[in-house]
């Protein structure tokens, strides 16, 4: 086997020992620092591994014989876990409310506007800014493309969490607000 | 591992989790479920055809000859501005050339042999991408799904600090909501990394059509293909001029010799017979995620060079990944199968999520059996509507209407769910009619 192909090869074979490394690092009642830092150690190795024999592709490879290892892992826990009798958890989500709690339907469509179509204006603002700061960097035009195109749903991913996450409204528009106008700014800096 | 967080955040993270996933969960299940699916899309199209011609490879004269009779018989036609040969792979060795008027399958001597009947597979695949809504809209949805599939592993991470240490820990048989909270987490953490980069790949891919609006309005006077230009290449200047047909045989044959490590999967004829045709060859270099590296040809044959997504800048090179990476066909079958059972398991997780929120509603005394069994429709109807449609490719024909009867099938089995009283056990039913379906299906399958 040559090594492009030997080194994920041992890179999947890693990533599973460290898969099974950490099951038995978290199941233990003390937390041991050493098998869980040598696990990750493992797990990092691992992605070396494929990086270095074939670069995402290997990372790739690597990652899904992690996921293998950790399910075949869960599958024994699941076939071999007695039935129990705890109960479940009753947590409230308070998503919608209940009983005879107010509705609140104004402010919930609000946060719904903030979080899906502001949250995502605001990211594609981002996004074309990114862009263009890559262009001021000298990166070349298809990095710039490439990286708003990614950019873009990851920031109104993490705008739309945090918005959602802020119990206060004036921070929730202030966090929208704050980062369009810097994005306003810098394109309108950036853009010949 | 216990990520230490307070107690506020939590449940803010929880609330946050909840409301993603009350707004997003039926639409998302339908996306997960489709895409699972979608992953064997090149086997569901050999089973759809299982007579079409097959083989391991096409010679170059074989590949001109169809392409020169697919034209000629096109003749009086409007001209075609697009003709696309697929060239034999390993997942689908099948060569099938496609242009703005038809797509027929042709045998190893390049001879036409039958239309080309995936209808069931296109429409699975329109489904995913757009749930069979036209236009950028539903691209655009889907995209925004893939968001709140991000939005919903990052909350949940936030909502369960102990999610990580009790990674390995599944309660499989407990009563009473542990296990189906078990299942949800387990498979939700170990799906995290997947489902990370399934959403962010579907979302660039969603998305793209509106990024690539904002960039060309912002940036390329409004010209969307000049935004794209950069990452995948120009369309060249058309020109309506008739011009001898583009030599595709020796552009295939440079090809072999040139570049012998690449297999070429794809064909691209761009006005093909006129003076602005444009030839180029996609092809697969081995171990890599791009769907593929364009070589570009001159009518003559003659190479000219390629666009880059290869080897070219780092931003050309992901966007190539993308595509590869969120529909699983990397790695032959083995990566294939994997996906299959890792999107069956964010199936679940989804379908699991609402199913503890109903369930700790109901242990509060707030039971809603409406929804219950709504959602119970959404879950296992979803399958069930889909397997009639794979049922009607197999008994009436290509010709069957899939969109109307999964989404008209969906619909009555929802409304029925929510109408009817709660004695009736409308998921027992479901999946007993699911059941029966796969049933059907099986001996089909095999038989094919």
Redo the contacts between chains.
Sequence with gaps: MDQ??LL?CIGALAAAGAVCM??LA??RAQRSVSL?GAAWALLAFALAMGMQG?????I??V??A???A??F??TI???T????????????????P??REPLRIGGRLL??LLS?PGA?LVA?IL??AA?NMAGALG????????????L???L???L??LV????NRGRQLALLAVPALLGLAT?WMT?P | ?TLRLSKA?V??????????G??ASALLYIVCLTGTVTVFYEEWQRLEQPDAPEMQRIAPDAVQRAVASVLASEKGRKTTEHLYVHLPTDALPRATLTTDHQAVHVDAHGRVVAKELNGWSEFLLNLHYTLNIPGMVGLTIV??L???T??LS??GV?AHPRI??D????????????G??DWHN??GV??L??AL?I??TG??IG??S???Y??AQ??YKGDVEA??A??FGKEGRPNAKAAPLADVATALRTMAVRFPDVRPTYVFMHEPGTVGQRLQVLALPP???VYGETYNFDPAGRFLGTV?LAE?????Q??A?AYN?HFGN??GLT?KI?YM??GG?LCVVVATGTSI?L???E??G?RQPCLRNGWNAIVWGSGLALALTLLARLWLGNAAPFMAIFWLSLAVLVALGVALPERYQARRALQWGLGLCVAALVPTVLAA
């Design positions: 492009p192909s994920p950490l099951r978290w199941g869980n074939a670069g995402a592709w290997g790739a490879v990652t899904l992690a996921l293998a950790a399910f892992c869960l826990a699941a076939v876990a007695p039935p129990g009798k705890a109960h479940a958890s009753n947590r409230r989500a308070h998503m919608p209940e009983g946060s719904f899906v995502m594609m996004g074309l862009r990166a070349p035009e298809a990095d710039g493309n490439v990286l708003m195109l990614f873009m749903p990851l109104w991913a993490l739309a969490m959602l996450l802020w119990p394109l853009t | 591992m955040l449940q803010r993270g929880l609330s946050t989790h909840a409301a993603i009350l707004l995209g925004a893939g968001v709140m991000l939005a990052l909350t936030i990580f240490r990674a390995f820990r599944l309660r499989a048989r407990d009563q009473g909501g542990v189906l909270a387990r498979l170990w799906t990394p997947f980069a959403a962010l979302a660039m998305l793209g509106i990024n690539a904002g960039l912002g940036f935004a794209y950069p990452i171990r890599r995620l880059g070219g800048a780092t931003g050309q992901v966007a990944s990476l990397y790695g990566v994997a059972l890792l398991a929120w369930g700790k509603r242990r509060r707030f």
